[in-house]
């Protein structure tokens, strides 16, 4: 059985534009690359509506195409346990009321019992410093946090 992934915004977003002039931003792109290519199909791939209303905004080609990647994935829904446990992520502090949207992510995969999150947002989402107290806060709520991580954590098999 396949292991389910949900696959926050910046996922997509990566793999659809143009390489950055960044070395790090470019590296990400290349690794989520090669992820999709050789790695994404061993997944049951997931998103939500607020992953569908984020890569629909910005530039209107490569919202196309983001959204052209994502149109055969399922979409778990947001349902009020989702929005009780994003409101409790941003209560504990360890996301920002300003990232609303990434506590919702989090939620998200927790309530629907997802495997993993992939993302490259290391800031509010995949970042060691609040993963402890974000499994704490699911728990707390009756869910399992899933393994929030980057491609390149799941590039082996």
């Known amino acids: 059985m396949k292991s389910r992934l949900y696959l926050e915004t910046t996922v997509p977003s990566y793999l659809i534009s143009r390489p950055s002039r960044d070395l790090i931003v470019a590296g990400h792109q290349q690794i989520t690359r090669e992820w ?14 607020l992953v569908v209303d984020e890569v629909s905004a910005g530039d209107p080609l490569a919202a196309r195409e983001r959204l052209k990647m994502l149109r055969d994935l399922p979409l778990l829904d947001i349902t009020p346990e ?36 992939v993302t490259w947002n290391c ?20 869910f399992e946090c899933p393994v929030i991580c980057t491609p390149e954590e799941l590039m082996e098999e």
């Open 123 to 142: 800031a509010h989402i995949a970042n060691a410093a609040i993963a402890k107290q974000l499994a704490l806060t699911c728990r707390d709520h009756g």
């Open 82 to 117: 989702v929005a009780v446990l994003a409101s409790s992520i941003l209560a504990s502090g360890n996301v920002p009321r300003k990232a609303s949207t990434d506590a919702a992510h989090i939620a998200m995969a927790a309530v629907h019992g997802m495997d993993f999150l």
């Open 36 to 49: 999709w290519e050789k790695r994404s199909a061993a997944f049951e791939l997931y998103v939500s509506q």
